[in-house]
């Protein structure tokens, strides 16, 4: 999983919130906004490669979608480096 795919959360029942674990819990929340994998790390203070297994077990269970960027003639989407660049400034 890529650095800048982009996570969105599915809908959730907030009974069925109840059950996630306090990981799961704050990546949904967190990922009401579309959110890259690099962001979820930096936000939860956690290892990227730990984020990256969280996000990859709650895309399996269809708590999470994942949104890969699209290039088009292998240039980079300009608001995705954006989105970076101001992420970076935030930390």
Do not use: K
Request: aromatic share 2%; charged share 25%.
């Amino acid at each position: 999983m890529a650095l800048e795919s982009l996570v969105s959360s599915s809908f959730i029942m907030e009974e069925d919130m109840a059950l996630l674990t306090p990981e799961q819990d704050a990546i949904i929340r967190l990922c009401r906004s579309f959110r890259s994998v690099a962001e979820i790390s930096a936000l939860l203070r956690i290892p990227l490669g730990v984020a990256r297994v969280l996000v990859a077990d709650m895309v399996d269970e269809g708590l999470v979608r994942i949104h890969q960027p699209r290039l088009e003639q292998g240039q980079p989407d300009l608001n995705m480096l954006e989105r970076v660049l101001s992420g970076l400034r935030r930390l």
